[in-house]
């Protein structure tokens, strides 16, 4: 399975951005999905995480109110709704897909983007 992510871009504080994420093959709605992502010279930090149906999701305390995760199972697409966005958001976001929600993000079987770069300037 291949993940590419598209969407990020170059915006000013405050502006919006919507990222997607598509499936290269099938069975998209097994998987937990989520996005994550790491600026320059930092580690990587999950940004939210949706279940393979969408009956949970989870936040990150620094985008919660601002970013919204969703997913389309039938057309195998994840999408991330940023609004507000401050500077330091500014990262390359990745998407990944993992059997299971809980450990998403913690290694094991799971399957990575190669991510797209999100800069906001002030």
């Known amino acids: 399975v291949r993940l590419l992510e598209s969407g990020g871009g170059r915006v000013q504080a405050g502006g919006s951005l919507r990222l997607s994420c598509t499936a290269s093959a099938g069975t998209f709605g097994i998987y937990a999905m989520g996005w994550f992502r790491q600026a320059p010279g930092k580690a990587r930090e999950i940004v939210a995480k949706i279940s393979n149906r969408g009956v949970s999701t989870y936040y990150a305390d620094s985008v919660k109110g601002r970013f919204t995760i969703s997913r389309d199972n039938a057309g195998g697409t994840l999408y991330l709704q940023m609004n507000a966005l401050k500077p330091e958001d500014t990262a390359t976001y990745f998407c990944?897909?993992?059997?299971?929600?809980?450990?998403?993000?913690?290694?094991?079987?799971?399957?990575w983007g190669k991510g797209t770069p999100v800069t906001i300037s002030s």
């Open positions: 990944a897909q993992s059997t299971t929600y809980a450990t998403l993000g913690a290694g094991g079987d799971e399957h």
